[in-house]
């Protein structure tokens, strides 16, 4: 589902115009934005944990060259899903 057809979906089960849909989602990753520029995880009820996380820093070796090389500490989003949303998941999966 691409960002398009998500918006569609929300407009129709909401019974707000795309335009409004549009905004709204907007709004709340703007919201999200802000909270990890700050380094605080976003919780969704029902849904999962998005947090930042940091990286360490590490070797890496090019699989091509054989070269060894150091890759600096950084940043990343993680998701944790919430128990029901995996137990769902590991059903769906398995059907």
Same mark, same amino acid.
């Given at each position: 589902m691409n960002n398009k057809e998500f918006i569609a979906a929300l407009a129709a089960?909401?019974?707000f115009s795309q335009d409004?849909?549009?905004?709204?989602v907007r709004?709340? @990753?703007?919201a999200m934005e802000k909270n990890f520029e700050a380094g605080?995880?976003?919780s969704i009820s029902g849904f999962g944990?998005?947090?930042i996380k940091k990286r360490l820093e590490r070797i890496m070796t090019n699989p091509a060259t054989g070269q060894r090389m150091l890759v600096p500490p950084k940043l990343v989003l993680?998701?944790?899903p919430n128990a029901s @949303?995996?137990?769902q998941l590991k059903?769906?999966?398995s059907e």
């Open positions: 089960k909401t019974g409004e849909s549009q905004k709204m709004s709340t @990753i703007a605080d995880p976003v944990t998005f947090e993680n998701f944790r @949303i995996k137990e059903k769906g999966g």
